[in-house]
């Protein structure tokens, strides 16, 4: 369930349609949570995917959120494949000085600190045992996509707990679904307001009590001290309006692995318990044979849906995910998605979705228009992901030549930058460095001194 920046949506969507104020458009906490694979799976795996559920630790999502990619030890105590050091190594200059390094012991202790899990390891390697060796991983919400080009078979598919770390400790989705997951809902109260919100409700209790405290020793002067014990002290209030900024437990789903085909995934969208649109989930790719058997798909879909979805979600309206087996028809729920812009509309638009009075069945029409939704096919799903974001800036609204040539330009003025810069170093170096000899012939240190500042 990756985020994406709603501000333009939402801007859109007021202008093309602003009398839609009876749809309440913002997600909330509680939208979020149903799309939760822990939720909704126990009551659809009949219709999805073969799948396990395991709880993590919190020292997990500790090592999850932590800087850098590295992998934890194993049962044995030894690094996993794909293991790197959390320090980059260097080429060492032979004029930089030792000191510029850490100490060995600081690598040591920087060693001792990567974490194991072989709990956890254990868990993943009995259901890869039971799902003939090959799992799909996700968390709760998001499965990390962003994250294929790292592994080997550049792909999801997971064979040892090693596969599914790197991916997972790899991925910006998986952060989301740790650190971001409720941003974006109309409900969410950041934990700094929360705060403020609490301390000042707790003043004000406090306050409040020290007056009642004070009134109840002036009227009562002559209690006895047997009834003093029985008199209660008022309780505070509890603020009702709480930070919550994820979930109470994280799960990691492991599926059974599929072949599956990308041109047979579709997406569907669902307003008001009624399926209002269809979409190629594969929005960059043009596949031809589509079109021959569009109105079956359509059927087999709608079928689907009014069989085993409509009216039993949590939710009236919501984003689910179908594969349908291309030789024999058969079809699979393979997840939920809240009816929100946080959710990727494919060949869509959110202000469409919100108008739609009949269903609308979407592919993807040509190879034109595979190219312009993949911005000229130079822009494969996720390949932003792959390379740092400040390049992908910088090349943007250029083509590829322009790029290279801008970004060749580019990289050579930074070298010669910081020549200038060593250069600019050097010097100043040997201007404050001090002379061997300061007492030796000062009336010949101050002349050349003299002629230095002439030149």
């Known amino acids: 369930m990756p985020t994406i920046d709603n501000t333009s949506n939402k801007q859109e969507i007021e202008e093309v349609n602003p009398e839609e104020e009876a749809f309440n458009f913002d997600c909330t906490i509680s939208q979020i949570n149903n799309c939760d694979f822990s939720k909704w799976y126990p009551k659809y795996k009949k219709i999805s995917l073969k799948s396990r559920i395991i ?3 919190e020292e997990f999502i500790n090592y999850l959120n932590e800087d850098g990619i590295y992998l934890p030890y194993n049962d044995n105590g030894q690094p996993q494949k794909f293991y790197h050091a959390q320090k980059d190594e260097y080429d060492i200059d032979s004029d930089w000085s030792s000191d510029e390094y850490e100490d060995e012991d600081d690598d040591d202790d920087a060693i001792n600190k990567v974490p194991s899990f072989p709990s956890l390891e254990k868990q993943i390697n009995a259901v890869i045992d039971e799902f003939n060796g090959k799992v799909f991983p996700k968390l709760n919400w998001s499965a990390p996509k962003d994250a294929a080009w790292i592994s080997i078979s ?11 770390f790197l991916l997972l400790k790899s991925s910006d989705f998986i952060n989301h679904d740790i650190s971001h997951a409720y941003e974006n809902c109309s409900d969410f109260v950041p934990p700094s307001k929360s705060n403020e919100t609490n301390d000042i409700t707790n003043n004000e209790n406090t306050k409040e009590t020290n007056n009642n405290n004070n009134n109840n020793n002036n009227n009562n002067n002559n209690v006895k001290e047997d009834d003093e014990e029985e008199v209660d002290e008022p309780t505070s209030q509890i603020n009702n309006e709480k930070s919550i ?3 109470e437990t994280f799960h990691l789903v492991l599926r059974k692995w599929y072949d599956l085909l990308p041109s047979m995934e579709f997406r569907c969208f669902v307003r008001d318990n009624e399926l209002v649109g269809i979409s190629q989930r594969d929005y ?3 596949y031809d044979f589509l079109h021959d058997i569009k109105d079956e798909i359509e059927d087999i879909i709608l079928d689907f849906f009014e069989d085993h979805i409509q009216g039993t979600f949590d939710d009236p ?5 179908v594969y349908i087996n291309k030789r024999n028809r058969h079809i699979f729920l393979l997840d939920f998605n809240p009816f929100s812009i946080t959710t990727d509309a494919l060949l869509f638009q959110w202000p469409e979705l919100l108008k739609l009075k009949e269903l609308e069945f979407r592919l993807v029409e040509s190879e034109a228009h595979a190219k312009e939704t993949s911005h000229g096919g130079i822009n494969p799903i996720y390949s932003s992901n792959a390379v740092p974001k ?3 800036d910088f090349g943007e609204g250029k083509s590829l030549l ?7 330009k580019q990289l050579q003025q930074m070298t010669l930058n910081d020549d200038d810069s060593d250069s600019d170093s050097d010097s100043d170096n040997n201007e404050s460095s001090p002379t061997n000899n300061k007492e030796k012939d000062n009336s010949t240190s101050k002349e050349k001194a003299t002629t230095s500042d002439n030149k």
């Open 402 to 408: 322009e790029f290279t040539e801008t970004f060749a």
């Open 154 to 164: 550049q792909s999801l598919k997971c064979t040892s707990p090693s596969d599914i």
């Open 245 to 247: 900024t994820r979930p």
């Open 284 to 286: 960059v790719t043009y």
């Open 317 to 321: 309206s919501y984003v689910f995910d």
């Open 390 to 392: 400040e390049l992908i």
């Open 55 to 57: 709880p993590l630790e």
